[in-house]
């Protein structure tokens, strides 16, 4: 299977820390994606990288990837009590059509205390 | 710029009724488009896509149906629910080819009682 699988499931951090959470796959990608979910809402895209890049920034985002682990990471600095969501990894293959199918994993919920 | 409108937002129907979800995309052509079920605490299900009108592909068998009658617009069917149908539904779309970035719709609550 092709599904990433997000560690740890929960996390809970105080507001200030950083935020690591981590994703592993099984098979090659194209690209992996990271999304947020807030409680009832829909998702929300965070960053994308490629295969064929090691880390991204966006803001206090930090996403690492390593093709020869098969394993990603997203870091949040500095976190604050709105950053309490759930996070999901996704990963993508190409499937030689139009559309290149995308895999999202169980996701992370995360928990910042004021 | 682009939105996605899903409606109703939440939704109690009884077993054996019938079901239809709405998704309509604006400010974007011929987008992928797409309708996951979310289980409480859980991952994404792709339930369908379609990358074009008419064109569904199911992902999981199961007691749904999709339609694309629009270019924008995108239906999610049942002709009787059942209790395992509850969940968070999501629509979302896509870029047709290139980055497969998905931007979500805000979801409808279904519970089958």
């Known amino acids: 299977s092709q599904q990433g699988e997000e560690d740890p499931q929960a996390l809970s951090i105080q507001e200030g820390e950083n935020a690591t959470m981590n994703c592993s796959y099984k098979?090659?990608?194209?690209?992996l994606q990271w999304y947020r979910q807030n409680s009832g809402r829909g998702l929300v895209h965070l960053i994308l990288i490629r295969s064929n890049e090691r880390e991204k920034h966006s803001g206090r985002l930090r996403v690492t990837l390593d093709t020869s682990k098969k394993s990603s990471s997203l870091l949040i600095t500095a976190s604050r009590a709105a950053d309490t969501a759930s996070y999901f990894c996704a990963t993508s293959r190409e499937t030689g059509t139009s559309y290149d199918k995308v895999i999202f994993g169980p996701g992370t919920s995360l928990s910042v205390i004021p | 710029s682009q939105t996605i409108h899903q409606w109703p937002a939440t939704l109690v129907q009884p077993v054996g009724s019938p079901l239809s979800l709405e998704c309509t995309v604006e400010g974007t052509s011929n987008p992928n488009l797409y309708w996951y079920r979310q289980a409480a605490g859980r991952g994404l299900q792709l339930l369908f896509y379609?990358?074009?009108?008419?064109?569904i592909s199911s992902e999981v068998p199961q007691n749904l149906s999709a339609s694309r009658p629009q270019d924008r617009q995108f239906i999610l069917s049942s002709k009787k629910l059942l209790l395992s149908d509850s969940g968070f539904y999501l629509c979302a779309w896509s870029v047709l080819q290139g980055a497969n970035e998905q931007f979500f719709g805000p979801g409808t609550r279904l519970t089958v009682l």
């Open positions: 379609s990358v074009g009108i008419g064109q």
């Open positions: 098979t090659s990608i194209n690209n």
